[in-house]
């Protein structure tokens, strides 16, 4: 049997960011894998647990604390049903640990800190499909933690009518 995983994937509740999410769960996770759903907020964002996780990020947080509505206001996350459905799924189906890890700042600089936090063995996040215009100006996330990484990283293309 296959030594059990630590998986993390890269949540912004967008188009892209939850079709990376199914593609963790249809292609990647196997029984026992742990899947961390890694959440970067913006800097400027101001909350309650902020002050207290600002330089290491939250605390691993179980499935069964995430879902509650209370929990997602502490952290300024969005509480989206369709990937709490997902995570429960995968938790019931294929017996996977779901945790989630909030993190304050640059998503490129602190998704890379995930890998060497958390350990992981892997990592998928969702593309905007920037142009290649946009992308030099802007810079990618995605491009940034491919070429970065210390773990194997997967890049999941949103479809073209995304409503992101």
């Not at 059990?4 to 996770?29: E, F, P």
């Not at 998503?107 to 890379?112: A, I, Q, T, V």
Request: glycine share 8%; charged share 25%; net charge positive.
């Amino acid at each position: 049997m296959a030594k059990a995983r630590t998986v993390g994937i890269g949540m912004d509740y967008s188009a892209t960011s939850k079709a990376a999410l199914r593609w963790a769960v249809d292609n990647l996770i196997d029984g026992g894998d742990c899947i961390i759903l890694i959440h970067v907020e913006p800097p400027k964002a101001d909350h309650t647990r902020k002050q207290l996780f600002e330089d290491t990020g939250s605390p691993l947080i179980p499935l069964e604390e995430f879902r509650e509505i209370n929990f997602s206001k502490q952290y300024g996350l969005k509480n989206d049903p369709e990937v709490i459905d997902i995570l429960d799924k995968v938790s019931r189906s294929k017996g996977a640990k779901v945790l989630a890890k909030v993190y304050w700042g640059d998503p490129r600089e602190k998704l890379l800190d995930a890998i060497e936090q958390l350990k992981l063995d892997s990592l998928v996040v969702g593309s905007r499909g920037l142009g290649p215009i946009k992308r030099v100006l802007l810079g990618s996330v995605s491009n940034y933690v491919v070429t970065n990484a210390s773990c194997p990283v997967t890049v999941v293309k949103g479809t073209r009518q995304s409503k992101s």
